[in-house]
């Protein structure tokens, strides 16, 4: 077996014992052929003991397992069937019986592979709170036929409802221990993209730095070997988070004004040495039609096409690859784009066409073998367009290609498109920069230094956020970087006790492993002034450092959307209202009315209640505003800083924070309340 077969193998077996839930493969004659240690240790037997068993024994009904193993077999899957495995010592555990078959190169079934999801807890919480519901209807049922009753009755009534309380007060600890359950599971995703992102960080930020140095050939072969394993880790993880971010509704999407032609040849120009190297010919075909600069997404459009074209590259030998934009259809506010990615590769077979944008599902099972990938681009393509209201469609034949189209809809503006920041190189002459860095990882800490001091830089390293704020108690610093999740005192407890007790406006770039919305929310409520995802990208990081440093801005600011044609920013977009109205002018201008209504009383009562600090006024006036956030399309950061309120007052936490969250919610509901006003004006004149 080769080194690359080994560590292939030895990969495959560290996912498989990755994972907490049991995992088992069975073959047709329903004898286990392998295992991870989770099942080992749920059952309570070790893995020779197992191996070669019959696999139904181990649960307390055999027949039933039997007859689910079966319906595997007769579907090719099955998903979610309840289940209960048995231990050794008697202890019983709920799983959720998850299989399909497995086969091999020829399609001839080998057998079926399990994954057995532990839900006992989740069971035991769903009875709990079907108990407690049941407990509350008994407890009304009483008090209702307590009160035909004299005296007697009052006394039952009373004792009813104290039952009644308590069971309420249960069904509601089950109803939170469920939500977070949930949010404990993306929490738990967060943190171990941090804990993989950061090590990660220091592996590719180390070998860029060996790659500068004097190297023979067979070390920088090496080095770019071990730079190019990194670089594609990372491109896994983030496919994996960008996937359940998706699932979970937490991707957002920007509306910035950008040139789409300009931004995609930049995009495109990524592939041009990839293409070289394996003599394709790459064609570019754009209408000139289409609008000189448009509001949409650019990231997003950027992360659909590259996913796109990086398949086209891999799959396509020999050729050529055709990126063409074509404008569908265009009227006063918007235009509609069709995208298309064309390649003369090996193709897909017609049966699989149906499941190619489903999670991890490539063409064949060799494709993965001989191509690489993990499955999740395909998906995370539609599951992006989709969420823009567009759409996406394949057309393929084995052996001479593929065409993955799709179209998405972008806003008309007259506004100048915002302007990429500029990527300052190295100059040898801005020596004069003091930076402090905070950061607890011993390892990056030392890659900061090493990267800092190639600029020229003197820098100061603090292992938290409260030895940071101690060195600036005592020395002056040009910037700050600071890392986001420090023991002691993490970065945004750290920032906010710079900005709001020591009242200094010094620059600070947020060091991140995880840039979700979450975290770009947090930054700003705190006050940063800019963030740089890890691994750090040395040209993008001294060029932020040199902005701010050189030319101060102000703190990072909530973003507003350009919606509309001239010089005014806005805060909110019609467009949602205008679809889920069916442009009916009638109806459109009735929900700006109650909106118009409600918020002014709503402001009003939320400014009192964080005066009075009467938390429960606060939490009520607050959950009021947010669902009208999406309808009249304000963006989501005000969402979520109404979210961070509504948590600061239900946990009566008086957070420092607190006014100024307040503030920026009172701002940009009179800003939408004075736009909505002209937009309401303007239909009544449209439509007399």
Known sequence: M????????????????????????????GKITDMNEALANVTGMTREQLTNTDFFDYFTEPQKAREVYQEVFANGSVADSPLT?????????????????YKDNRGNVLGVVVVARDVTDQKRIATELNEAKVSAERATKVAEESTKVAEEATKVAEEATKVAEESKRKAENATKIAEEAVKAKQQFLSNMSHEIRTPMNAIIGFTKVLLKTDLTARQKEYLTAIKMSGDSLIVLINDILDLAKVDAGKMTFEQTPFKMALSLSAMLHLFETKIQEKNLKLVKIYDDNIPEVLVGDPVRLHQIILNLVSNAVKFTSNGKIIISTHLLCEDEKNVTIEFAVTDTGIGIPENKLENIFENFQQATSGTSRLYGGTGLGLAIVKQLVEAQNGTIHVKSQVGEGSTFSFTLSFLKTNAEAETELEMVEPDAEIRNIKVLVAEDIALNQLLMKTILDDFGFERDIAENGKIAIEKLKTASYDIILMDLQMPEMNGFEATNYIRNTMNSKVPIIALTADVTTVDLAKCRAVGMNDYIAKPVDERLLYSKIVGLVKKPVPVLEQKVHVQNSGDRIKCIDMDYLTRRTKSNPI???????????????????????????DWNSLYLAVHKMIPSFSIMGISSDFEDMAKKVQEFASTQKQAEEMPALVLQLENICVQACEELEEEFNSIKNTNP
């Open 2 to 29: 080769s080194i690359i077969n080994r560590h292939e193998s030895q990969y495959a077996r560290s996912l498989i014992e990755a994972s907490l839930d049991p995992l088992v493969t069975i073959n047709t004659k």
């Open 85 to 101: 495995l048995r231990h050794g010592n008697g202890k019983l555990t709920d799983v959720l019986f998850n299989g399909s078959v």
């Open 587 to 613: 109806l459109m201008m009735e929900m700006i009315s109650l909106y118009l209504e409600q918020t002014p009383p709503l402001i009003s009562a939320m400014k009192q209640g964080l005066q009075d600090k």
